[in-house]
């Protein structure tokens, strides 16, 4: 069965501090990755996805299938960065059927 | 442009009863999915709608079920709730079931 896994709940890190969050997935096909956000009282967003290969707001994450990961990087994490971040697997030929990780709290101190 | 509209934003109900979630899609957009999240957990999917079909199913009983309408708006039916229904559940619609999911805000409910 496919799964994604975030291991860590909860992230704290100082502003100007290195970010990643990790993601694990399982699937023996090609899939999709993506990266959601939630910002506090908003809602669920896409941040980014491996196939467009782009950053946005500093965030960047590479698809690696040797070790089934697509772990999500920021060099100087800022405080407004601080919100739910939420890993995504679409499998190649399974049209919209996100298959969402638990979810990881990051939390930027100032 | 108007975004994902969801109704009701909360309500509560009791074991046994039957609820009806509603979901507006964004302009343009032809695919609904639905969700469920339970606390502290990442969204589970549903089902999904495209053009009033269903096109995709998780691992629900047959107790949720669901319809979309011409206009693309849909609705998410429980039958004979369980305590464990209790979650946010959310709406996400698209331009096609290949496309990116635009999420509202969700409805919350609980179940006694």
């Known amino acids: 069965a496919q799964r994604v896994t975030q291991p860590e709940k909860l992230l704290s890190v100082f502003k100007g501090a290195p970010v990643e969050l990790k993601c694990n997935y399982s699937?023996?096909?090609?899939?999709?990755l993506f990266w959601y956000v939630q910002y506090s009282r908003q809602r669920l967003q896409l941040l980014l996805r491996?196939?467009s290969r782009e950053s946005i707001k500093g965030f960047t994450a590479d698809l690696n299938k040797g070790e089934t990961s697509f772990h999500l990087k920021k060099p100087f994490a800022q405080e407004e960065d601080s919100a739910m971040y939420y890993c995504?697997?679409?499998?190649?030929?399974?049209?919209?059927?996100?298959?969402f990780g638990q979810g990881t709290e990051l939390s930027v101190k100032p | 442009e108007t975004g994902v509209t969801q109704s009701p934003t909360h309500l509560i109900k009791t074991r046994g009863q039957q609820v009806t979630l509603r979901c507006s899609s964004q302009?343009?957009?032809?695919?609904v999915s639905w969700y469920q999240q339970a606390l502290g957990q990442g969204p589970q999917f549903i089902f999904q709608?495209?053009?009033?079909?269903?096109?995709g199913r998780g691992n629900f009983p047959p107790r949720f079920s669901g319809l979309q309408f011409p206009n693309y708006s849909s609705e998410l039916n429980v039958n004979a709730l369980e305590l464990d229904d209790s979650a946010l559940y959310l709406c996400?619609?698209?331009?096609?079931?290949?496309?990116?999911?635009?999420f509202g805000p969700g409805t919350r409910l609980t179940v006694l």
């Open positions: 996400a619609s698209s331009r096609d079931s290949y496309n990116e999911q635009f």
């Open positions: 699937y023996s096909g090609s899939p999709e």
């Open positions: 491996h196939i």
């Open positions: 995504a697997l679409r499998r190649g030929n399974q049209g919209g059927k996100l298959i």
């Open positions: 302009s343009g957009h032809n695919t």
């Open positions: 709608y495209y053009r009033e079909e269903e096109n």
